[in-house]
Structure formats: C-alpha cells, structure tokens
C-alpha cells in the first residue's frame, strides 16, 4: 500500500533563508509520482512540483526544486530564499501507476513558517 | 474558466441533517476526485469518476455518502443523517485522464463542513 510520511509537523525559518521540507514514501509500483501542495490559510491547494519515478533529474519550479533520491524514497522539498507569503501547510502527495483512479495518497503536512 | 469551484464555502448544519455540495471542475477534465481533509491531517481519498462514471469509493465513503456526477460535468456529494464526526473540510479536485502519474490534480478551496 502507498504511504508518505513528513516527519516534520513544523518549521520555523528567517525569511530569505532556505528550507527543506523532508518527505519520504513507500510503493512496490516502479511507475509513481511524487506531489509538492502548498496550502495556505485560505485552504486550496495549490500545485507546487512534480517528480515522475523515471525523472533523470530534480524537478525545479522557480523557487521550488525537489531532492529526490529514489534508492532512500524521499522526496525532499528545497524552497530557496523564502519569502513571508510562504508561510501555509506543504503536502507531499503520492500517485502510483498509470492505471486506474490515479489518487491521491498525501502525507499529514508540514506547517512552515517564515519569520520577517 | 478559472478553475475549480466548490459551493458554498461554509456550511454549517445540526446533527442529522442532510447536506449537499456541488463541485464545478476545469471544463476540459474528465476525472472528478473528492477527498476529506479533517483538522492537522492530509486530504483523504473519497471517490472518484472519470466522466459520469463513479469508478473508485474509499472505504471511508460509508452508506451515508453519497456522490453523483450525472452529465460527466459538475458533481455533488450528499451526506445524510450528518454525524459530528462529519466536520470536516470537503475538497474537490479534477484532471485530465491519460497523463499517466504526471496527470496533475487542481484543485478546489473547499467546503468546510461543521456539524453542531
């Protein structure tokens, strides 16, 4: 069964620093992806980074960029220089395979704030 | 079309009363996911329809749930006989079918459901 586990249920970081939000998951499925939500206050979640199982390289999103080591099964989230409009809850999410519903499996969060 | 859109917002309701929320998905997408978020947790996998079709119900969904998507456009979930148990935040999210893993999920800013 999928599982992703964020070990971390809060940081707090000097704004313009940056942060590595820690994820790691578990699959017997060779084909995955690997999801980076942010969600703020306001409670959508919004698409940050994709990982695909087969990626040769670390997916990069402007400021995001994901840390993937596939032998380890994490999937770190590295946010460079944060900003305070960073501050929300972060869910690493999970999907297996390319068959079937294709859900969603997330991880229970990881608060970041950042502090002027 | 901006996105995803859920009514209402907020919901509040006595114990035992029937509720329903609608969900509008992206126009072009043919997967329509809900999923339950309660207080400190991740989103949870509800169900799930490509087109009108419901393909996938988590064990979660008891018989007191129920979800229709009937012309494969905008869905409604209808919870009867609510239980204080229900209070949650309702998210709905949609995508294309056939990205394989990569098929990325928007989401909605949700219903927040209390039961009092």
């Known amino acids: 069964a999928q599982k992703i586990t964020q070990t971390q249920p809060g940081m707090f970081v000097q704004e313009k620093e940056a942060v590595t939000l820690d994820c790691t998951y578990d699959?017997?499925?060779?084909?995955?992806?690997l999801f980076w939500y942010k969600q703020p206050s306001s409670g959508e979640m919004i698409f940050l980074i994709y990982?695909?199982?087969?990626?040769?390289q670390n997916a990069t999103e402007g400021r995001y960029s994901l840390n993937f080591q596939k032998a380890r099964k994490s999937a770190n989230l590295v946010i460079s220089a944060s900003q305070l409009g960073d501050s929300a809850m972060y869910f690493c999410?999970?999907?297996?395979?390319?068959?079937?519903?294709?859900?969603?499996?997330f991880g229970q969060g990881t608060r970041l704030t950042i502090n002027p | 079309d901006t996105g995803v859109s859920q009514d209402p917002r907020h919901k509040i309701t006595k114990r035992g009363q029937n509720v329903t929320f609608r969900c509008d998905p992206i126009?072009?997408?043919?997967?329509l996911y809900w999923y339950r978020q309660t207080l400190g947790q991740g989103p949870e996998f509800l169900t799930y329809?490509?087109?009108?079709?419901?393909?996938?119900k988590s064990r979660l969904l008891s018989d007191r749930f129920s979800a229709e998507r009937p012309k494969g456009s905008f869905s409604t979930l209808e919870i009867q006989r609510t239980e204080q148990g229900d209070s949650a935040m309702y998210l709905c999210?949609?995508?294309?079918?056939?990205?394989?893993?990569?098929?990325?999920?928007?989401f909605g800013q949700g219903t927040r459901l209390t039961v009092v």
């Open positions: 126009s072009e997408h043919n997967r």
């Open positions: 990982q695909g199982s087969y990626d040769q």
């Open positions: 999210a949609s995508s294309l079918g056939g990205g394989g893993a990569r098929a990325e999920a928007f």
């Open positions: 329809f490509q087109n009108e079709a419901q393909l996938e």
């Open positions: 699959t017997s499925d060779p084909s995955y992806g």
């Open positions: 999410a999970m999907r297996e395979g390319i068959q079937g519903a294709q859900k969603l499996v």
